[in-house]
């Protein structure tokens, strides 16, 4: 009777799984052609991404109210073999023309030639309402068709730098998700030595994505967060790493409940009640880590905390309803040629053989782990510490307070090579000014500042009915004169005035992503908030924004690494209804992710030779580094505490070490791979990503998870489960009355040996 009430009927049995997956199958199918249409709800802008109240977002906001479009500048400089001839000028000329033709593409201000004869630049006012990069590509290329033989041309300034940075992540449907894949795939076909089971795993993470990514851009169309490029690689390989990784959980309780001979839906029930929990708590730390980001004055990651969050979500939900069915309807098969039988045992035999009898022989790599961390905890604990600690002292060398926009992308870049060839003929900050934004009553107060100022070259005002769109300004005898280039006028010009304010144009002397130019940016604030005022005159530009952003990303960054160690500390609490533990976990995840930051920083100065980093890149690592390595300390813990209430704290220490071992192996290596695959991705900032979460993963699997945190605890013994009653009474060696007591046993009083009771 209770047989029959618990089993479902046959048809619920294979109707329940095949539900499931057609569910799963129809939003695959319709998600999976989204990932060719991501650039159209995507946007590269940084300017985008910063607060409203920040200056330059305010200074942003306002430009085409004085110039008469939404534009963004892009700068041509043309050269010869020397100085241009008469021949060469004109055909120069005639290129205006063909470039004007583009459509996306303004008026040209008139060709402007550099004092030493040898270089011409034309600014090329580039229409924001359409695609950017493609304007710039077309630009380009009808450049290269109309270009005589003996000139040279490049295409850079802040467009120029926009298409590049589009083109590095041009790879990410592509090349990422395919290397991603590729990777994991043959890691699951060593570990697993089946041709069914890896697909089955890579089908539980690929169908995530593509719900995931129809649900982001739908959500990204409704203008609900920003999605740009970097966020969308990041999102691709969370959602496959994640998933699969759940996934190897759920693998490894149904490979048991197999083992030991369980039918197919049995054994999904089994599996599925003992992966739920850890599942959850772990998907759920992830996504809780991730929501932090909300506390970011950063569009971009701000944007990142819901998108990924989204995708942890889907591949939570896959993991515990779509892989079960599959493996429900294809039961042993999914593991053949090796299918698991009976007679493979309990995993934790090995372990409880440790304690209960430390002279007969283990099997398996990770029993003999278990008996070093039995017979050896504390010098193996201290050994892995001293050893992080070292690792960590690579901190101090590691520069993440911004890079040059010129090298956010990796290997060739026309906007790169266009710009050393303009900062050799012209001011090196052309075509990408300061715009300060100031009162027409305080003008001349302005232009002094400016012009006393070393880092700027030269100063002009916005004005709409002039050809260049400015017109030169100066201050005598205390008020500014405007002048205009060409024979003199009987009209003095004037400067173009919005709701009482002029916008001055100031050519910065340095290059404009110079660390010397946002120098002069945080100077000049400086100034006319003394001189004039707080907030009287505003400096934006593209400068003022990668200043504005890089501040921002620090302040962020200083916030949100405390407010996430305190999320993730408290749900370990909960999950493990205890404090020392957790604290334990929360520590040696710190000491992780500085040994991984300290060994990167190292790597990126002496071997890879990096320019620096992004002030979000340690925010990033720690975010993913933090929260996905408490996956594994819940995969390790959960079971843990699984084990130690029916055998106590030590032995089930070792027994979830022994059981847990392959599957946060496997985990790990997987996790690695797939943030590993970024570094395809030609762009700065996920590259050094790549390698910090890669290198941290794998520190983390097979250092902290697999040595540091069990011997740790195992030291401690039952204090860990502190204030919980498993502290009191929980066993530190397994009784069998078959096998004589081990020293950590006989060292036990009489009344802990009671304390030990066979009802827990």
């Not at 030639?113 to 630009?139: H, K």
């Not at 201290?382 to 960590?392: C, D, Q, R």
């Not at 071992?661 to 290596?669: D, M, R």
């Amino acid at each position: 009777m209770r047989s029959r009430i618990d089993m479902p009927t046959r048809w619920l049995r294979i109707g329940i799984p095949v539900l499931l997956v057609l569910i799963w199958l129809v939003g695959g199918s319709i998600g999976g052609p989204y990932f060719g249409k991501v650039d159209e709800v995507a946007t590269n802008d940084q300017s985008s991404f910063l607060p409203s109240s920040a200056e330059s977002t305010q200074v942003q906001q306002r430009l085409a109210e004085f110039t008469g479009g939404e534009s963004i500048p892009a700068v041509v400089v043309v050269t010869g073999e020397g100085k241009l001839t008469a021949s060469q000028l004109t055909e120069i000329t005639t290129l205006t023309k063909t470039v004007e033709g583009v459509e996306g593409v303004g008026q040209l201000s008139p060709a402007l030639p550099s004092d030493d004869g040898a270089a011409v630049q034309l600014f090329v006012p580039i229409s924001t309402t359409g695609n950017v990069a493609d304007t710039v590509a077309a630009v380009r290329s009808a450049i290269d068709a109309a270009l005589p033989a003996d000139l040279h041309a490049w295409v850079t300034g802040p467009a120029g730098f926009t298409a590049d940075l589009v083109a590095g992540f041009l790879g990410i449907d592509g090349l990422l998700l395919a290397v991603a894949l590729g990777a994991v795939f043959i890691i699951l076909v060593i570990v697993y030595r089946s041709p069914l089971l890896p697909v089955l795993v890579l089908l539980t993470s690929t169908f995530a994505l593509c719900v995931a990514l129809l649900t982001v851009w739908w959500l990204a169309k409704a203008g609900i967060f920003v999605l740009n490029g970097q966020v969308q690689g990041i999102l691709f390989i969370l959602v496959i790493g994640a998933a699969t990784d759940y996934a190897l959980l759920y693998v490894a309780r149904f490979r048991e409940a197999i083992g030991t001979g369980k039918k197919r839906w049995d054994a999904t029930v089994t599996a599925w009640r003992g992966a739920f929990e850890p599942i959850l708590a772990s998907g759920g730390t992830v996504i809780a880590g991730l929501l932090c980001l909300l506390l970011s004055d950063l569009a971009s990651n701000r944007a990142l905390g819901p998108i990924a969050s989204i995708g942890i979500a889907f591949a939570v939900l896959s993991a515990l309803t779509f892989l079960p069915a599959l493996l429900a309807l294809f039961g042993r098969t999914a593991f053949w040629p090796f299918i698991p039988h009976a007679s493979d045992g309990d995993p934790g035999d090995n372990a409880e053989r440790l304690v209960s009898d430390p002279s007969t022989p283990v099997r398996g790599f990770w029993a003999r782990q278990a008996r070093l961390v039995a017979r050896h905890a504390r010098p193996v604990w201290i050994v892995t510490t001293v050893v992080l600690l070292a690792a960590s002292v690579g901190v101090l060398q590691l520069k993440a307070d911004g890079v040059p926009q010129s090298d956010l992308v990796l290997g060739a870049s026309q906007a790169r090579e266009g710009q050393d060839v303009l900062a050799q003929h012209f001011a090196a900050g052309s075509g990408s000014p300061a715009y300060v934004v100031v009162p027409e009553s305080r003008v001349a107060q302005a232009v002094t500042a400016l012009a006393a100022d070393t880092g700027i070259e030269s100063v002009a005002a916005t004005a709409k009915d002039t050809p260049s769109g400015q017109i030169g300004v100066s201050v005598q005898n205390g008020a500014p004169v405007y002048t205009l280039a060409g024979p003199p006028s009987s009209t003095p010009p004037q400067p173009t005035v919005v709701d009482g304010d002029v916008l001055l144009v100031a050519t910065l002397s340095d290059k404009a992503d110079s660390l010397a130019a946002e120098q002069t940016v945080r100077e000049l604030r400086a100034t006319f908030a003394s001189d004039l005022g707080e907030g009287v005159a505003l400096v934006g530009g593209p400068t003022a924004i990668d200043l504005d952003t890089n501040d921002t990303s620090i302040r962020d960054r200083t916030l949100i690494i405390p407010v996430i160690l305190a999320v993730i500390l408290l749900i370990l609490m909960l999950l493990l209804r205890a404090v020392i533990a957790p604290v334990l976990l929360i520590l040696s995840v710190i000491l992780s992710y500085g040994a991984a930051l300290g060994v990167s920083a190292l790597v990126f100065d002496n071997v890879f030779h990096f320019p620096g980093a992004d002030p979000a890149v340690p925010l990033y690592g720690f975010v993913f580094l933090v929260a996905l390595g408490v996956d594994y300390n819940i995969f390790l813990m959960s079971r843990v505490r699984e084990e130690s209430k029916r055998h106590g704290t030590r032995p089930g220490i070792l027994r979830g070490l022994v059981a847990t071992g392959g599957v946060i192996t496997s985990a790990g290596l997987v996790l690695a791979a797939t943030f590993a695959a970024l570094g395809v991705i030609p762009i700065l900032f996920l590259a050094q990503l790549a390698f910090i979460v890669a290198f941290g993963v794998l520190l983390d699997t097979f250092v902290v998870r697999s040595l540091l945190v069990p011997a740790a605890a195992y030291d401690l013994g039952r204090v860990i489960w502190w204030p919980s009653s498993l502290s009191r009474a929980s066993a530190d060696s397994v009784h069998n009355s078959s096998h004589p007591v081990t020293a950590p046993a006989t060292r036990r009083s009489r009344r802990a040996e009671r304390a030990d009771s066979p009802e827990l």
